[in-house]
């Protein structure tokens, strides 16, 4: 077992990345992800670690730098937040679709307007559909372990796809909290150095980002799709791989006291663990409640999602973003479509909350619960709110 | 050369959408851009070359009998030829009515 210790999540992330032997780093400073990049450029400037960390002037480039580098085979890693991920939106199409393995760590936080430094999922909602593997954690220990997880996965041979770990910001990147490390040896076996499949290279030149007519745009985008779900038993396999080495297993949807739960709590994030606390107070009150979590937001996994709620009665779904003249939240759209061509399908109450970083606390996840069970009860069966908001 | 990429299936592209193959921009049809197409008037023609100069596509080639001609697969139909000719040899006429 590796050495416990106590480290402000964000500390650890740098200290994953520097142990994930990252070759390039190109980030820009930008609130609640400054700690990560903060720490990796004193890293790097130390001697610890052998590795170019670029400072950049814009988020676009960061990720533009990663594009290049990692088009030369070098391991490359970014990290940003909110405003700066708006920014890099461009490059993060081009990345996937280049077939890059970047791996991202996001300290998810609210878009503007109205200006706002704290954590919500919009600024991960808004690259929904670029492409990449995107993951979602609850905790700093999780955070950690994806890292390495994320590149090994990204570089394999059948995946060459990028990565975004999502850990809310504050929430989880600002918190101190316990780890248990690995050691460098057991690392460095988990995930051997790069060997990119196709690079840029003098002795053999090649053309990356090329111009595609309407006549081939459509077979490559297929191949692309193709991709990301071949991915899917990668993403089971590498983290099969980890929890063998760690004893630490990963997957894509997670359950807690589901089985026979009459209501469900879906949540993504750090949102987990608040409401494992209100599920076990709601048992304790003889209520039949359970919690599902999404831990892989992209590939979505719609048979998994199907498993752990088919049975229920009715499902919360709890969103931290809007769609704005949408539906109500991302994730209860896409946990609607995963059900609805099933028979006995549950109803489902759909509440965002958090968003902005307003606390959400046990109590709240409990009085969500209520409220949803209430509704459901007279026939709303399809309802959406903002869980807390004054009238 | 291998075929052309209206005939790739999704499975045949390289991961990444990588070209492989240098120099295939010489595959690219540019040809069927055009509206209007040059025409020689072998009378007037001097066999200056200037065409052959000037066209931003390389679509010109010297032929046997030392006439510049235009290949339509990759003239685009700009007409600078037309406009860069000292003797006005070179007219450009609708694609269909030159036929």
């Known amino acids: 077992?590796?050495?416990?210790?106590?480290?402000?999540?964000?500390?650890?992330?740098?200290?994953?990345?520097?142990?994930?032997?990252?070759?390039?780093?190109?980030?820009?400073?930008?609130?609640?992800?400054?700690?990560?990049?903060?720490?990796?450029?004193?890293?790097?400037?130390?001697?610890?670690?052998?590795?170019?960390?670029?400072?950049?002037?814009?988020?676009?480039?960061?990720?533009?730098?990663c594009v290049g580098s990692e088009a030369t085979g070098a391991r490359s890693f970014t990290c940003t937040s909110s405003q700066g991920l708006a920014l890099m939106s461009e490059i993060t199409y081009i990345a996937s679709g280049l077939r890059l393995p970047i791996v991202m760590i996001l300290a998810n936080r609210t878009l503007s307007a109205p200006l706002s430094i704290?954590?919500?999922?919009?600024?991960?909602?808004?690259?929904?559909?670029?492409?990449?593997?995107?993951?979602?954690?609850?905790?700093?220990?999780?955070?950690?372990?994806?890292?390495?997880?994320?590149?090994?996965?990204?570089?394999?041979?059948?995946?060459?796809?990028?990565?975004?770990?999502?850990?809310?910001?504050?929430?989880?990147?600002?918190?101190?909290?316990?780890?248990?490390?690995?050691?460098?040896?057991?690392?460095?076996?988990?995930?051997?150095?790069?060997?990119?499949?196709?690079?840029?290279?003098?002795?053999?030149?090649?053309?990356?980002?090329?111009?595609?007519?309407?006549?081939?745009?459509?077979?490559?985008?297929?191949?692309?799709?193709?991709?990301?779900?071949?991915?899917?038993?990668?993403?089971?396999?590498?983290?099969?791989?980890?929890?063998?080495?760690?004893?630490?297993?990963?997957?894509?949807?997670?359950?807690?006291?589901?089985?026979?739960?009459?209501?469900?709590?879906?949540?993504?994030?750090?949102?987990?663990?608040?409401?494992?606390v209100a599920v076990d107070k709601l048992r304790e009150g003889g209520r039949s409640v359970g919690l599902v979590k999404i831990r892989l937001w992209r590939p979505f996994p719609f048979d998994e999602l199907k498993k752990a709620t088919?049975?229920?009665?009715?499902?919360?779904?709890?969103?931290?973003?809007?769609?704005?003249?949408?539906?109500?939240?991302?994730?209860?759209?896409?946990?609607?479509?995963a059900l609805y061509g099933s028979d006995n399908r549950p109803a489902i109450y759909n509440f965002v909350a958090g968003i902005s970083g307003r606390d959400v606390a046990p109590q709240d996840f409990v009085k969500m619960v209520d409220k949803a069970e209430i509704e459901i009860e007279e026939g709303n069966k399809e309802g959406y709110e903002i869980y807390g908001v004054r009238e | 050369m291998t075929k052309p990429e209206n005939e790739w299936t999704w499975k045949e592209i390289p991961i990444g959408n990588v070209v492989l193959e240098p120099g295939n921009a010489s595959q690219y049809r540019t040809g069927d851009w055009k509206s209007l197409k040059p025409i020689l008037d072998k009378e007037k023609c001097i066999h200056?070359?200037?065409?052959?100069?000037?066209?931003?596509?390389?679509?010109?080639?010297?032929?046997e009998e030392g006439y510049f001609i235009a290949d339509l697969f990759y003239c685009k139909g700009c007409g600078i030829c037309a406009k860069e000719c000292p003797t006005g040899a070179i007219s450009m006429v609708v694609e269909e009515e030159g036929k």
């Open chain 1, 118 to 276: 704290w954590n919500d999922h919009s600024d991960v909602m808004s690259i929904r559909d670029c492409g990449w593997i995107q993951f979602f954690t609850e905790n700093g220990q999780e955070v950690y372990d994806h890292v390495f997880i994320s590149y090994r996965l990204a570089e394999d041979r059948e995946v060459l796809l990028p990565v975004i770990i999502n850990m809310d910001g504050f929430t989880l990147s600002h918190v101190i909290e316990p780890f248990e490390m690995i050691e460098q040896e057991k690392v460095d076996q988990f995930l051997p150095p790069y060997q990119p499949l196709y690079r840029l290279h003098p002795d053999h030149p090649i053309t990356m980002g090329a111009f595609a007519l309407p006549s081939i745009f459509a077979e490559a985008k297929k191949a692309q799709e193709v991709a990301i779900w071949s991915s899917m038993p990668k993403i089971l396999e590498t983290w099969k791989a980890f929890g063998d080495m760690t004893g630490r297993y990963y997957k894509p949807i997670e359950t807690y006291k589901a089985e026979d739960a009459e209501t469900l709590l879906v949540t993504m994030g750090s949102f987990g663990e608040t409401a494992s």
């Open chain 1, 1 to 65: 077992m590796g050495k416990r210790v106590g480290m402000e999540v964000s500390i650890a992330a740098a200290e994953a990345v520097k142990q994930a032997n990252v070759d390039v780093i190109s980030a820009y400073p930008i609130t609640p992800q400054t700690h990560i990049v903060e720490h990796l450029s004193e890293i790097v400037a130390n001697g610890e670690m052998d590795a170019e960390f670029f400072c950049v002037e814009s988020e676009h480039s960061a990720l533009s730098v």
């Open chain 1, 310 to 337: 088919l049975g229920a009665k009715q499902l919360v779904v709890i969103d931290r973003a809007i769609s704005v003249g949408g539906p109500g939240g991302p994730v209860a759209s896409e946990v609607r479509s």
């Open chain 2, 48 to 63: 200056c070359g200037l065409c052959y100069i000037f066209c931003p596509d390389m679509a010109y080639n010297l032929n």
